[in-house]
């Protein structure tokens, strides 16, 4: 349970869906407003498939939006 928290600390610049850096801006320490996720879509499916714990803290990394959308988002 403690790993949990450890875990969400750290995750604010990887992707939750693959584990890998999201390039996310607001995890770089810049504004959030800047990053390339407020430009895209992120259906409610892909959404889902995020940890709730994650969910709001990690953005989902460009590839696995763009995977997503390929196999039929
Ligand atoms: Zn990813
Ligand atoms: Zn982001």
């Known amino acids: 349970m403690t790993d949990q928290s450890k875990l969400t600390a750290q995750s ?3 992707c939750p869906l693959c584990g890998k850096a999201n390039g996310c801006a ?3 320490g810049r504004s959030h407003a800047e990053c390339w996720c407020m430009n895209e879509i992120f259906p409610q499916e892909i959404l889902k498939q995020v940890p709730k714990e ?3 803290k990690a953005c989902i990394c460009k ?3 763009e995977a997503y959308k390929r196999n039929g988002g």
């Open 54 to 56: 994650h969910l709001g």
């Open 12 to 14: 604010a610049g990887t």
């Open 63 to 65: 590839e696995c939006l």
């Open 26 to 28: 607001g995890a770089a």
